[in-house]
């Protein structure tokens, strides 16, 4: 028999109070994953400089992977009627019982894991707003301002001794310089970061920040306010995508040459070539996996025993579509060269590309699409800054980070968690916006801790039906997809020793580690400064403890002879695998 507390737990009716409002359906959640699909954009120039010609098979077998995870997370997502914040925050339960640890770096990876998609978008979005209010002028050899310099007695020594080409060469860099605009080259403040990255506050950062507050403006109005904002962008963003896959194959733009042969960029399937593939998958999980997103509003589902599994499901199927389209097209069109030209590589380039595909370069077709990849950046920056304040808010409540996150506004938003959110990104963004290694070291360092969260909570599946085989569960995942994702589990970590090293720079994996420990201190802060070594009353309701019962270890040794194997497999990864000679 269920409980009275788990009863109420699953109930539909929404619910009274300060804390988030009962607002949407499978529908609302739906749209606001829509921007994973728009992620892709962020990383397919390196994808194609990773990957080669495998950069294609690499998003298909990425996508797919994280469909078969969806149906995992959809079951624990299903235990948790009373809480949002994601995956990690109902994985994070089952650890509890084995270490005070292991479940708030669950919580903490997801976070720093999915909050860098808003200073990473934006960069890329402030990219397309300067071209298009401040584009760096184009000259030819010929150019009437490129031959006057040439011709200029004040430039006969920049040109002494120079072939005709070289003096050509010379001048247009000279002339290119001198007429852009001055807000391209506006730098406030430049300086390295411990020699780790640069940082720069410039026109790119200042941008990047207003698309932030825009995004912080739209949520602050609750859920479902954003939900329907995000509904009308993705319907705009989608679509042109779909055609984008679709057109290319049916107008010649597709050539088959660009596909094959199946061989790393290295050339061949040595183990530097195997270290290239598996850095390639390691970073297309964090795009291709993130419509995990969908189940972190569980706590503001109407109704969400039907709509947590029904949201990650279209999701991810969603996902699927475009994902394995739009890849498999932009490289059929452009071939290896041209995904790792700077312009794609950066992101700033891919709507010109895509006009080309569908357009035959149409300046009308290329401006609908650039207006068309600032609508899909916006959208994964609102779905970020959405899924990512939830798993502090979530956080805030049940104890793992500092009390003031589990603040809401009278619309249901977590406003405390959207400005740590919002502070957190606008240092990243400085960094983001100086140059494509601290964009890519980012991305890594973020992935470290994606790779984490995955992990933890795909084992966190078969330690909740052990430690509570009782509790109802609205979706239960079939056991051979619940064993293939366990395995999926290890793997990721395999992907994550072997590939952290491929972006950006080769110590990516440690600093990754490194920021994940940071939850270390900030954890003792919260549980025994500021709750005197209790979690809070109500944080395992769900599962019908309640106070301090944590509940039986009924898993036994078997959590922690997981986490020995996925020590192993990091390990394992990291120091078999090797890049290729420079």
């Given at each position: 028999?269920?409980?009275?507390?788990?009863?109420?737990?699953?109930?539909?009716?929404?619910?009274?109070?300060?804390?988030?409002?009962?607002?949407i359906?499978?529908?609302?959640?739906f749209?606001?994953?829509?921007?994973?699909?728009?992620?892709?954009?962020?990383?397919?120039?390196?994808?194609?400089?990773?990957?080669?010609k495998?950069a294609?098979?690499?998003?298909?077998?990425?996508?797919?992977?994280?469909?078969?995870?969806?149906?995992?997370?959809?079951?624990?997502?299903?235990?948790?009627a009373?809480?949002?914040?994601?995956?990690?925050?109902?994985?994070a339960?089952?650890w509890l019982?084995?270490?005070?640890?292991?479940?708030?770096?669950?919580?903490?990876?997801?976070?720093y894991?999915w909050?860098?998609?808003?200073?990473?978008g934006?960069?890329i979005?402030?990219?397309?707003?300067?071209?298009?209010?401040?584009?760096?002028p184009?000259?030819t050899?010929?150019?009437?301002?490129?031959?006057?310099?040439?011709?200029?007695?004040?430039?006969?020594?920049?040109?002494d001794?120079?072939?005709?080409?070289?003096?050509?060469?010379?001048?247009i860099?000279?002339?290119?310089q001198?007429?852009?605009?001055?807000?391209?080259?506006l730098?406030?403040?430049?300086?390295?970061f411990?020699?780790?990255?640069?940082?720069?506050?410039?026109?790119?950062?200042?941008?990047?920040?207003?698309?932030m507050?825009?995004?912080?403006?739209?949520q602050?109005?609750?859920?479902?306010?954003?939900?329907?904002?995000?509904?009308?962008?993705?319907?705009?963003?989608?679509?042109p995508?779909?055609?984008?896959?679709?057109?290319?194959?049916?107008n010649?733009s597709?050539h088959?040459?660009?596909?094959?042969?199946?061989?790393?960029?290295?050339?061949?399937?040595?183990?530097g070539?195997?270290?290239?593939?598996?850095g390639?998958?390691?970073?297309?999980?964090?795009?291709?996996?993130?419509?995990?997103?969908?189940?972190?509003?569980?706590?503001?589902?109407?109704?969400?025993?039907?709509?947590?599994?029904?949201?990650?499901?279209?999701?991810?199927?969603?996902?699927?579509?475009?994902?394995?389209?739009?890849a498999?097209?932009?490289?059929?069109?452009?071939?290896?060269?041209?995904?790792?030209?700077?312009?794609?590589?950066?992101?700033?380039g891919?709507?010109?590309?895509?006009?080309?595909?569908?357009?035959t370069?149409?300046?009308?077709?290329t401006?609908?699409?650039?207006?068309?990849?600032?609508?899909?950046l916006?959208?994964?920056i609102?779905?970020?800054?959405?899924?990512?304040?939830?798993?502090?808010y979530?956080?805030?409540?049940?104890?793992?980070?500092?009390?003031?996150?589990?603040?809401?506004n009278?619309?249901?938003?977590?406003?405390?968690?959207m400005?740590?959110?919002?502070?957190?990104?606008?240092?990243?963004?400085?960094f983001?916006?100086?140059?494509t290694?601290?964009y890519?070291f980012?991305?890594?360092?973020?992935n470290?801790?994606?790779?984490?969260?995955?992990?933890?909570?795909?084992?966190?599946?078969?330690?909740?039906?052990?430690?509570?085989?009782?509790?109802?569960?609205?979706?239960?995942?079939?056991?051979?997809l619940?064993?293939?994702?366990?395995?999926?589990?290890?793997?990721?970590?395999?992907?994550?020793g072997?590939?952290?090293?491929v972006?950006?720079n080769?110590?990516?994996?440690?600093?990754?580690?490194?920021f994940?420990?940071?939850?270390?201190?900030?954890?003792?802060?919260?549980?025994?400064?500021q709750?005197?070594?209790r979690?809070?009353d109500?944080?395992?309701?769900?599962?019908?403890?309640?106070?301090?019962?944590?509940?039986?270890?009924?898993?036994?040794?078997?959590?922690y002879?997981?986490?020995?194997l996925?020590?192993?497999?990091?390990?394992?990864g990291?120091?078999?695998?090797?890049?290729?000679?420079?």
């Open positions: 028999m269920i409980s009275e507390t788990r009863a109420a737990a699953m109930s539909s009716a929404p619910e009274q109070g300060d804390g988030l409002h009962r607002a359906d499978w529908k609302g959640a749209w606001i994953a829509s921007g994973v699909p728009a992620l892709v954009m962020i990383s397919i120039g390196g994808m194609g400089a990773a990957a080669g495998l294609f098979v690499v998003w298909t077998i990425s996508v797919l992977m994280g469909f078969l995870q969806a149906y995992s997370y959809a079951e624990i997502a299903g235990l948790f009373n809480k949002s914040g994601g995956a990690a925050v109902y994985g339960a089952a019982r084995y270490s005070k640890l292991i479940a708030p770096l669950s919580v903490w990876c997801n976070w894991a909050t860098p998609v808003l200073s990473l934006c960069t979005a402030a990219g397309y707003i300067l071209n298009a209010i401040a584009p760096i184009t000259f050899a010929t150019s009437p301002e490129v031959v006057s310099w040439l011709h200029a007695a004040a430039n006969a020594a920049a040109i001794g120079k072939s005709v080409e070289e003096a050509a060469k010379i001048a860099a000279a002339v290119t001198v007429h852009t605009p001055a807000l391209r080259s730098t406030l403040l430049n300086f390295s411990f020699g780790v990255v640069n940082v720069e506050i410039g026109s790119t950062f200042f941008i990047g920040a207003a698309l507050l825009m995004a912080f403006a739209i602050h109005r609750g859920i479902f306010g954003t939900a329907r904002v995000q509904m009308w962008i993705g319907l705009l963003v989608v679509v995508m779909l055609i984008v896959g679709l057109v290319p194959f049916f010649g597709v088959s040459e660009n596909y094959f042969p199946l061989v790393p960029p290295v050339g061949d399937w040595s183990n070539g195997w270290t290239q593939f598996l390639a998958l390691f970073i297309a999980g964090w795009s291709t996996y993130a419509f995990e997103t969908a189940v972190c509003y569980t706590r503001e589902f109407k109704n969400p025993a039907v709509d947590t599994k029904k949201s990650i499901v279209r999701a991810g199927l969603l996902c699927v579509v475009l994902y394995s389209l739009v498999a097209t932009f490289q059929g069109y452009l071939g290896l060269e041209g995904m790792t030209a700077p312009g794609i590589v950066d992101g700033t891919v709507a010109a590309a895509m006009g080309q595909m569908v357009g370069g149409s300046t009308f077709v401006h609908l699409l650039e207006m068309m990849m600032v609508l899909a916006i959208l994964a609102m779905m970020a800054m959405a899924g990512s304040s939830r798993t502090l979530q956080g805030g409540v049940d104890g793992w980070l500092p009390k003031y996150l589990g603040h809401v009278e619309h249901g938003a977590p406003t405390k968690a400005w740590t959110d919002l502070v957190f990104n606008l240092g990243l963004l400085s983001a916006s100086s140059d290694n601290a890519y980012i991305l890594a360092i973020s470290v801790g994606y790779m984490l969260f995955i992990f933890l909570n795909l084992q966190s599946v078969w330690i909740h039906r052990i430690d509570s085989p009782n509790i109802p569960r609205p979706y239960r995942t079939p056991n051979w619940v064993a293939v994702n366990v395995v999926l589990g290890f793997f990721n970590l395999l992907l994550m072997a590939g952290a090293k972006w950006g080769p110590n990516s994996l440690w600093y990754g580690i490194g994940a420990l940071l939850i270390l201190p900030v954890f003792f802060y919260r549980h025994y400064v709750d005197k070594g979690f809070p109500h944080m395992l309701q769900d599962l019908d403890l309640k106070s301090q019962d944590l509940g039986e270890r009924r898993a036994g040794m078997l959590p002879l997981a986490l020995a996925g020590v192993a497999v990091i390990l394992f990291h120091y078999y695998f090797q890049l290729p000679p420079a």
